[in-house]
C-alpha cells in the first residue's frame, strides 16, 4: 500500500464486481429500447464510464459534458457551470449520468444539480443517474 493511503475503502475485485452488477441492471433496463447515451459528467468520470459500457449487452452513445466552479483556484467558487457541452443531441433519447463520485460535498451536490437541471438533461426522455463512488 502506498505510504500516503491510510486504507483502502474497496479493493479491485469489489469495485470490479459493482460495477459488473450496475451494468446487468443497465442492461436490464435498456433492453428493447433505443441505444441509451452514456453521459460522462466531468473527465473524472472517464475511466469509470469506460468500465461500465465495456461490460454492457446492449448497443449505446457516448458522451461528455464538463464542469467546473474551481476556475484557477484549488476552492470552488460553488457556481458550477458546464465549460464542455454534449456534442450528441439527446432529444427524446433515454440518457444515463456518469459521475466518478456522488459525494455530499457541497461541490459535488452543485454539480450534480447543474448538470441535472442543464438544457440536455430536460430535453431527455428518461435521465438515470450513476457513480462509481
Known sequence: MEGDIERVLWNEDQISKRVSELA???TLDFTGAPP???VGVATGAAVFLADLVRRLSIPVFIDFVRVGSYGFGTQSNGAPTITSDLKLDVSGKHVVLVFFSLSLSLSHTHTRTKVKKSYFVEKAEITKTGSLI
Open 24 to 26: 446487468a441492471q443497465l
Open 36 to 38: 441509451p447515451v452514456f
